[in-house]
T-cell receptor, first 114, second 114 residues
Framework: DTGVSQDPRHKITKRGQNVTFRCDPISEHNRLYWYRQTLGQGPEFLTYFQNEAQLEKSRLLSDRFSAERPKGSFSTLEIQRTEQGDSAMYLC????????????FGQGTRLTVV | QKEVEQNSGPLSVPEGAIASLNCTYSDRGSQSFFWYRQYSGKSPELIMSIYSNGDKEDGRFTAQLNKASQYVSLLIRDSQPSDSATYLCAVNRGSGGGADGLTFGKGTHLIIQP
């Protein structure tokens, strides 16, 4: 049983560039979540999917952020025209839809915008 | 918007003692409660989940829930230096019991002194 996998683990990008992160959830999990965490804060919800459907996106999330889960398996999170304020750890988690709703996190992608 | 409050610490506890971590939440309708452990630079790791009033024990960990007081706690018995980490309290975001994501507190930094 492999856990949630995220790629890359670290990303340094220049301001204004686009970046894309990938998340592979636990295979039998049909719910997938993206969170963002900055230093000294808890993870902040960004968006989530059930299978391929994006069910909710945080109102605080800029239009520069977009996420997809095209076949209900892996997901990508893209940030366009990155800003220094986007520097954070981006966390992906997955869970079952029904029954146990415990969510398990991947290793995270640490983004640094310079 | 649900809120989850934790004392940021640091909370310093001697090795072998009981560490007590506390969390309050704003929404009386919250249904699912989780404790995650996060080592510096790593992603959150699920430790405990609790859904009903009372105590739930798992090894050295005990989660306690009091819905009337909107209070959840985590006790760590026989604290070890490896327990030194930030402990995040989380509650379900919406009415889906956690299936629609979690709201996290800022975490309590726990230090176990050898």
């Amino acid at each position: 049983d492999t856990g949630v996998s995220q790629d890359p683990r670290h990303k340094i990008t220049k301001r204004g560039q686009n970046v894309t992160f990938r998340c592979d959830p636990i295979s039998e999990h049909n719910r997938l979540y993206w969170y963002r965490q900055t230093l000294g804060q808890g993870p902040e919800f960004l968006t989530y999917f059930q299978n391929e459907a994006q069910l909710e996106k945080s109102r605080l999330l800029s239009d520069r952020f977009s996420a997809e889960r095209p076949k209900g398996s892996f997901s990508t999170l893209e940030i366009q025209r990155t800003e220094q304020g986007d520097s954070a750890m981006y966390l992906c988690a997955s869970s079952h839809r029904t029954g146990v709703t415990e969510a398990f996190f991947g290793q995270g992608t640490r983004l640094t915008v310079v | 918007q649900k809120e989850v409050e934790q004392n940021s610490g640091p909370l310093s506890v001697p090795e072998g003692a009981i560490a007590s971590l506390n969390c309050t939440y704003s929404d009386r309708g919250s249904q699912s409660f989780f404790w995650y452990r996060q080592y510096s630079g790593k992603s959150p790791e699920l430790i405990m989940s609790i859904y009903s009033n009372g105590d739930k024990e798992d090894g050295r960990f005990t989660a306690q829930l009091n819905k009337a007081s909107q209070y959840v706690s985590l006790l760590i018995r026989d604290s070890q230096p490896s327990d030194s980490a930030t402990y995040l309290c989380a509650v379900n975001r919406g009415s889906g019991g956690g299936a629609d994501g979690l709201t996290f507190g800022k975490g309590t930094h726990l230090i176990i002194q050898p």
